[in-house]
T-cell receptor, first 115, second 115 residues
Framework: EAGVAQSPRYKIIEKRQSVAFWCNPI?????LYWYQQILGQGPKLLIQ????????DSQLPKDRFSAERLKGVDSTLKIQPAKLEDSAVYLC?????????????FGDGTRLSIL | AQSVTQLDSQVPVFEEAPVELRCNYS??????LFWYVQYPNQGLQLLLK??????LVKGINGFEAEFNKSQTSFHLRKPSVHISDTAEYFC?????????????FGQGTELSVKP
């Protein structure tokens, strides 16, 4: 089966600019996650969708980050305006269904550099 | 709330030697436990998981981990490592009762296998 697809792989922008990332989960996976991985740290959950509804966005900086999952398939994560501290790898993951024991399948991520 | 501590940030080891990557967790509730591997410029891949039953869990690529409830540990082991095992390894926990399956990751351990 095809894995989780993310684009772009790399993005360089200046602070205060905006940027968007795209994710296409594994076909049939109802649950989609966006994680932020800062260099030298483990991934941190930003937002979780179940179909097209938000399950958990408690750690999403809502003043600058937004995400949507229209039609319950693809998802986009946007940052506007970007800050230097947003430099990180943004990982998308999907699972067949929600639940603590369900394995999450990760994409290769988008590496964002803020100048 | 849960937290995960990976006790070693870097573990250098020679090829064919055994290795242990240590993970301790803190939680006031019952948890599921996971180990993920991340190769350079790639996303995370699930190595193994503990949900219930036998405390010794076998995963892919010859890795295994043992759940120790009294010591709140979930150490990862491999009896003989290969050069190709060089990667970043992440321990993660999930609250059993969390319907969303949110993962809390440790900081990661960089395994470097030398010839």
């Amino acid at each position: 089966e095809a894995g989780v697809a993310q684009s772009p792989r790399y993005k360089i922008i200046e602070k205060r600019q905006s940027v968007a990332f795209w994710c296409n989960p594994i076909s049939g996976h109802a649950t989609l996650y966006w994680y932020q991985q800062i260099l030298g740290q483990g991934p941190k959950l930003l937002i979780q969708f179940q179909n097209n509804g938000v399950v958990d966005d408690s750690q999403l900086p809502k003043d600058r980050f937004s995400a949507e999952r229209l039609k319950g398939v693809d998802s986009t994560l946007k940052i506007q305006p970007a800050k230097l501290e947003d430099s990180a790898v943004y990982l998308c993951a999907s699972s067949l269904s929600p639940g603590a024991g369900q394995p999450q399948h990760f994409g290769d991520g988008t590496r964002l550099s803020i100048l | 709330a849960q937290s995960v501590t990976q006790l070693d940030s870097q573990v250098p080891v020679f090829e064919e030697a055994p290795v242990e990557l240590r993970c301790n967790y803190s939680s006031s509730v019952s948890v599921y436990l996971f180990w993920y591997v991340q190769y350079p410029n790639q996303g995370l891949q699930l190595l193994l998981k503990y949900l219930s039953g036998s405390t010794l869990v076998k995963g892919i690529n010859g890795f295994e981990a043992e759940f120790n409830k009294s010591q709140t540990s979930f150490h990862l082991r491999k009896p003989s490592v290969h050069i190709s095992d060089t990667a970043e390894y992440f321990c993660a926990v999930s609250d059993r009762d969390n319907q969303g399956g949110k993962l809390i990751f440790g900081q990661g351990t960089e395994l470097s296998v030398k010839p």
